[in-house]
Every structure is written in C-alpha cells, then in structure tokens.
C-alpha cells in the first residue's frame, strides 16, 4: 500500500509538521493568525482566478495552509494565549478559587491526586487545569468527578526534575494542558453542597457503582483489580506484582482499556448483530446500534482519555466496514480520524498513550496484510494462529521505537503472551460484561463469579509464567530521540522492499541502517572520553555519581534509595558497568579537591585548600568561621539538610559573596569533563 497516495496521509504529516513547528519554536498568536490568513487567502486566490495552474500548485498550497492550521492549533492551545485562562491574572497572592473535579488520579504515600478545572478566581470567571493534591486523612472522604470545592489558596508552578536524565513530570503535564498545582488539608476547603453535574460526572458515578457491586461478590483481591482494569479502566486496585508481570510479559496492553478492548467488542458486536442485515435499512440500523452500544460501553468505563480516543476511532472504523470498501479504511478510517482529533487537541500528539495506541492501528493497517500474503494456511486453527502472530508482529513494529524511547526495556516473549492470551480476550471481555450486567440486577449467580475468577486467576498466572522468564526481558535499554527517528526510517524503507524490492529502496534503507550504526558508535566513542561528576538531591539522602567513559560508581548514603536515579543516569548515558560504593568524605576532582561535610566530620584543618564544599546531612557547624579558614570556591547544600540549616547557609554565603548551591532549588550540580 502505498501511503502517500492518500490525501488524507499528506495533509495529516502537514498538520504534524506544524503542529511541531508551533510547539519547539513558540511562534506569537499574531503571528501563527496572520500566516493561516493568509495562507488561507493564497489558496482562495489560486483557486478562483488560477485554475488552470498546474495541480501540484494547488496541493502546495493546500500544505502550507494545513502547516499554519497545525501551528495556529498548537499555539491557540498555549495557556498564555488563552484571555479567560487562570494564568493570565496574579499568581503570586491568595485568591479564591473554585475548582471542580475533573478526574481522579491514582494517589501516591502521601495525598490523594485529582485533575481539576479551574471555573473562577474570587469573583472572575475563568478556565484551565491544574494539579489539585489533597493530603490523604481518613476522616475525609475521597473527592469525586463532578465535585466542586472552595478554597482560599495559592497556585505554585509544576516543579521540573532536579536530578538528570530523571522522569520530567513538569513536561508530561505540561503536554495534557496541566502547568500549575495546588495543596490542600482537609480543612482548606469548602465541598459545595450542590455541584452542577457532567458527562463524565455521571459516567464516573457509573462506574463507581458498578465496581461496589462486584466487591460485594466473591472475587478474589488481584482478580477484582483486573477485571476492574479489563472491563472499567481502572487500574488503581492493580498489586504491584501483578503491574510488573504484565509489563514484563509484553502484556500490559491487555490492561490498559484502549483501542484493542474497543475493537474486540466492536468484532464481537459486529458479528452477532448480522441478523439485521437481513432488514430493510438493516446495515444502518447495525451501524447506529453498534456505534451506540460502543459508546455506552465507553461511558461505563469512565469516558477516561484513551477510552475516549478509542471509541472515536472505532466509530470511524465502523463506518469504513459499512462502507464495505476495503481502499477507505485506511484512508477514512485511520488517517481522517488522527487528522480530527489532532485538529481538537493539538497537544495530544505528545501524549505516550496516542502515540502507542495511533503507531499500533498504523502499523497493523500497514503491515498486517502483508504478512498474510505471505502464508495462507489450509487448516483453521493455524490460519487464525498465523493472523494473531501477524498482527502481533505488526504491531509491535509500530510501537517497538516509541517503547524503547520511553520505556527502555523490550518483552522477548510478547508473541507468546499473544498466542496464549489473545484468542480468550473475546470471550473473556464478553464474559465480563456479562458479569457487570448482571451484578447491575442484582442476579448474579456465584457459580458464574466463581467461573471468572478462576478465569481471571488461570490469565494471570500464565502471564506471571511466561512473566518470570527473565533471560527473554532486555532491560535498560539506552534509545534517544536521534535512535528513534533513525528506528522508523529503518521500519518503513524495510516494509518499503518488502513491498516491491528496487534497487533505490534498497540503497535508502542500507542508509538508515549505516547512519543508525554510525550513530551508536558515536555515542559509545564520546562516552569513552567522558567524565563527569553529579551531586544529586534525593530527599533525606546523599548521593554522588562518578561518570568514567562508560563505567559508572555511586556513591551514596542509601543505594535502595538512589537506585532510580542512578539507574536512570546510566541508561540515558549508555552505561555498561555500575557499581554502588559508600560515599567518602574527600575527592580529588580534576586536580582540585571537594570534600564532604556531615554530621559525624564537622572539622578540617585550617588553611585546608578545598575547591569545593559538600554539606550534608545537617552538620551543626558555625559555617561562617569555617569558610574564613578554607577559602572554598563555592558550597553545595544536598536534600540530606534540614531546610532552616540550608536558608541559614545560604545567608551567610550570600554575605561572604561566595557562590551557594542548593540542590532542592537548583537541581543537581554537574562536573563535566570531555
């Protein structure tokens, strides 16, 4: 199939085109207006005095007008563009907020989480979305979708990381339109007694009773949170071991509620409402019932985002089977879909989520039928054992660059996950609305539960088996953004041969195999010639990370506690050797010596030459007298302190006019040498 023949192919990698352009450069509202204006009065022109043109003109200028819509979108969906945003009023001082709830998230040790939008400040009615973290009391009760609270607070940025290479939370919610939060104690706010309500509102009270009716039945505790993530999206019941097996068994799609569950379900409804077909108007009346039934099942799994996305483009691909033309589904179905909804949400093109789930649907349009031209067996079972692989093989292809840049690690066994799974997952979500449909009446029978349970309890445990076979889970895989790219250009000339060999697709897919080795190479020789040295911040911990070429040493207070970060560290930096050392109190660094000061070493010899002085854990010391006998170029202050120690430090350094390093505000400090 060849991709760009579509239309629909060519003005969506224009609106991604701009769509990026409008997102790194931070073109000025007027400026991305005037250029769709007159993009869009260029192409008016042409079209009405210019017809006789050639057609290639017109299509160029149909591009750069999607290319200015794309970057109009994105800057349109910036929060300092928007007049009735939060952001644009005073930030710095208590207001009045109302927030309402818009959707609940999975909390962590220390507070309950929640999206909320904001609908005023004192008496200003504004819009936008922050963070909201509500610290977790028991006498409290838990904050739902639709709620809405008062409270006389003050909004505070989304934080960025403070070590290197660490998860950037900041940018994650920035890309869902998130750029500010806000804490709350359970006496820090007003619950109105009256809250208008929503869709998703009423969606997420569905859901909530439906998942209190099947805790009333007999399901075991991992079970329940299973069927919970299956059927209903919800993964906050999920154990962690269960998380983890999923994940390492190349599974995890099967609990994330999203376009596979969806189009399951529209197979299984396709196939048992072919009777009407048989009716006068019968394919319309199945097409509108199934698209109903599709997105009533998406209300009661909480109209979440990926359901949303979803059931969307499963409506599309409803329309294209009745349709019956097998050249739209592509067209129609996939593109036109990810056209419109990039069109409506601009900044979804930076979520992982649409990335997996819109690189899967792609590759197993693309790819999937032509694996089956290659084999097409006589007997059933192998038949539909060959379509499973297929489209297990397609689309891990699409999403094997995207895992690896995100995720770092790669499930050997997925395939075999698939062929064990897969085949049961229309009967097992058939099953379980089933199990909910009944649990709604109230005429749920135990026999039934107990036979899902034990279905759910059987899938879980061989994902667990297949799970422990560790020698087939690569871990720690080193993929940058330059790989990624190189990654795609390698899959899509490979598909390219595969489809029509030619002496010109063979030599650019050589090309992208060679700069992708290339690449690595030039990673690993300016590895060989690196050293560097981080004083990271870990809370109530100390911890320094010494970078030899591609060894690396930790030292630290804690290993368990600076694992992450320097695990972290070692896959962004392509590290082959990491080793975990107890931290010294003195290191020479590129001749000149750094030394740690902590509460068990609070003195040095007078006139000590120190180039660099470390405090940590608090050291109860006078910090003036000290700095008159050691001289030391600067001080570096790390999460292990007391914060009253760090502002008293930072005072006196500020008074000797000596530079003064906190890790909680600044980040990380780096040495780097090449």
């Keep these: 199939m060849r991709l ?18 409008g997102y790194y450069l931070h073109p000025s509202l007027p400026l991305s207006f005037s250029i769709t204006i007159a993009s869009l009065l260029l192409l008016g022109v042409v079209f009405v005095y210019y017809r006789k043109l050639p057609t290639f003109l017109f299509a160029l200028f149909t591009g750069l007008l999607t290319i200015a819509i794309g970057i109009f979108s994105i800057v349109l969906s910036e929060s300092h563009n928007l007049g009735r945003h939060y952001s644009q009023q005073n930030l710095d001082i208590n207001r009045g907020y109302t927030l309402k709830i818009r959707e609940v998230l999975k909390a962590n040790g220390f507070s309950d989480r929640y999206v909320a939008h904001v609908k005023s400040m004192d008496s ?3 819009s936008g979305k922050i963070l909201l973290n509500m610290s977790t009391d028991s006498s409290i009760r838990s904050l739902k979708v639709d709620d809405e609270i008062l409270a006389f607070t003050t909004l505070y940025p989304i934080t960025p990381p403070l070590n290197p290479h660490q998860f950037n939370y900041k940018k994650y919610l920035s890309n869902i339109g998130i750029r500010h939060q806000v804490k709350l104690a359970g006496n820090d706010y007003y619950l109105m007694p009256q809250a208008s309500e929503t869709i998703f509102g009423i969606a997420h009270k569905i859901r909530d009773y439906i998942i209190q009716n099947l805790k009333k039945e007999d399901f075991g505790a991992e079970e329940l949170g299973v069927i919970q993530a299956l059927l209903l999206g919800q993964r906050n019941e999920i154990t962690a071991e269960i998380d983890t097996d999923y994940k390492d068994a190349g599974a995890y799609h099967i609990l994330a509620l999203s376009g596979l569950h969806i189009g399951i379900l529209l197979g299984l409804l396709h196939f048992l409402l072919s009777p009407l077909e048989i009716l006068q108007k019968g394919r319309t009346i199945k097409l509108v019932v199934i698209v109903l039934l599709l997105w009533a099942f ?69 790819i999937y039928p032509l694996l089956q031209k290659l084999w097409n067996p006589q007997y059933w079972i192998i038949k539909k054992s060959w379509e499973l692989v297929s489209v297990s093989i397609a689309a891990q292809l699409g999403v094997f660059p995207i895992s690896l840049f995100y995720f770092h690690h790669f499930p050997g066994l997925f395939l075999i996950s698939s062929l064990l799974i897969l085949p049961f997952l229309t009967f097992i979500l058939g099953f379980g609305i089933l199990v909910i449909a009944l649990s709604l009446t109230n005429s749920l029978p135990p026999v039934v539960v107990a036979i899902y349970d034990t279905v759910i309890r059987w899938m879980n445990s061989i994902i667990g088996l297949v799970a422990q076979q560790e020698n087939f889970l690569f871990k720690n895989i080193s993929f940058d953004a330059i790989q990624l790219i190189l990654s795609y250009g390698i899959i899509i000339t490979m598909v390219t041969v595969f489809i029509k060999a030619s002496y010109k697709r063979v030599v650019v897919f050589l090309v992208f195999v060679l700069c992708f080795q290339s690449y690595i190479l030039g990673i690993r020789h300016l590895a060989e010639n690196k050293e560097s040295l981080v004083i990271g911040h870990i809370v109530r911990n100390s911890v320094l990370i010494h970078q030899t070429g591609q060894k690396l040493t930790v030292f630290s207070t804690n290993p368990k506690a600076t694992a992450r970060m ?59 007298r000290l700095l008159d006998s050691i001289a030391p170029d600067i001080v570096i202050a790390d ?5 009253s120690y760090i502002s008293r430090w930072k005072a006196t350094c500020h008074k000797k006019k000596l530079p003064f390093h906190d890790t909680g505000e600044k980040g990380a400090f780096l040495y780097t040498w090449q």
Aim: net charge positive; charged share 10%; glycine share 6%.
């Design 566 to 624: 320097a695990n972290d560290y070692a896959i962004a930096q392509n590290i082959i050797d990491l080793q975990h050392r107890p931290i010294k109190n003195s290191y020479l660094i590129g001749g000149k010596r750094m030394v740690i000061l902590d509460s068990s070493n609070m003195g040095l010899p007078i006139n000590y030459e120190v180039s660099t002085l470390v405090l940590t854990q608090s050291p109860k010391i006078n910090l003036e």
């Design 639 to 643: 999460g292990s302190n007391y914060k």
């Design 4 to 21: 760009l023949q579509f239309t629909a192919v060519k003005l969506t990698l224009c609106l991604i085109g701009g769509i990026l352009i």
């Design 124 to 126: 200003l009615k504004v």
């Design 298 to 366: 998406a209300l009661l799994a909480g109209l979440s985002a990926s359901i949303l996305r979803a059931t969307t483009m499963f409506t599309f691909v409803a329309y294209a089977l009745y349709l019956n033309r097998p050249t739209s589904h592509f067209n129609i179905l996939a593109l036109s879909l990810f056209f419109i909804l990039l069109l409506l949400d601009p900044l979804l093109l930076f979520q992982v989520g649409f990335q997996l789930s819109y690189a899967a649907v792609f590759a197993i349009v693309w």
